[in-house]
């Protein structure tokens, strides 16, 4: 939710209001748009602005429920910490834990938070908690989970507590050069204050890496996306408009070209690439929008790109464990992802 880009480069300010903008265009968006225009504002230095976002998508629950609340609310807990309002912040630090989220992300916020003001206790307890809920029992943690593992992995280093089962668990999802163990070492800070060069180019090396790790799985900002009809959307959509039944002879064949073509731009260096679900209606505003008649086809490469850009892409191909984009519920590795 936060944009990963330093701030020399974007002007953050305009940015947050262009997307209050936008929000105010596309309002089943309103949610997703109005987190990324709070973290501009956090990164400019507005904390009490992107409160008030905050506050505003909180106040809008009771007539539009929200997809995330407990996000909403972690975001602002951690927001709020950050401008001396720690009383607020701890208190609904508690109510994001009493409610027991089911996406990692809130736990992970939250921990992070009591994390980088010294309160590794209160950290350790967080992901541990949130760990126990949404991964007792699971055969493979989704990637969603990964973050939850590797924060609590490394609050115990620091900690200086043993591994257990789940620390070990970490060690085997992380793919980086440098294990977690160094990574989440405490002697680490000390070689900053070294004299020996020797000492800094190591750390300056395991920083780099670390940071591109951050980076890469963070910054999708605009995928090539290709356009993915769910079953029921498909045959309203060919109902509808028969000349575009031609784009589309069958589900499976939709389903078939997405994957093939998202392969071939992989093999060809394509980066950031990503699958946008489509529906009707939406396709028919935006094409009175553009002025034309939702029965050209070439209206629909600029509607994938135009919902991508509005940050519904999901990034292809899924990390490991994760659902298949198709939404079939099953591990992409057991169903398009499998050779």
Known sequence: MRPDTPAENVDHAAEAAR????AGLYPEDTEALLLRAAAHLELSGDRPAATKLYDRLLSSEASVPLDNPSLVRALKASNLWEYDHEAEARAIIDGVRAASPRDPAPWVIVAEALESHDELEAAHETFTQGARLLLTDVPEPPYSTH???YGRHRVRRMLGLPHDDWDALADT???MPVSLDELHDPKRVWSLGSDNPADLEAEISRLRAELGAYRQALSRPFPVAMLHWP???LAELTEAYPDLAAEYPSYEEHLATIEAALRELAASGTPNLGVVPGTVPSYEAFAASEGTSPADPALLPQY????????????WPPQRGAACWCGSGRPYGECHGAE
């Open 231 to 233: 079953a029921g959307e």
């Open 304 to 315: 994938a790109t135009t919902l991508a850009a509005r940050g519904l892409a999901v990034a």
């Open 173 to 175: 999802l992380h793919s």
């Open 147 to 149: 973050p939850l593992l």
């Open 19 to 22: 997307l209050e903008r936008t």
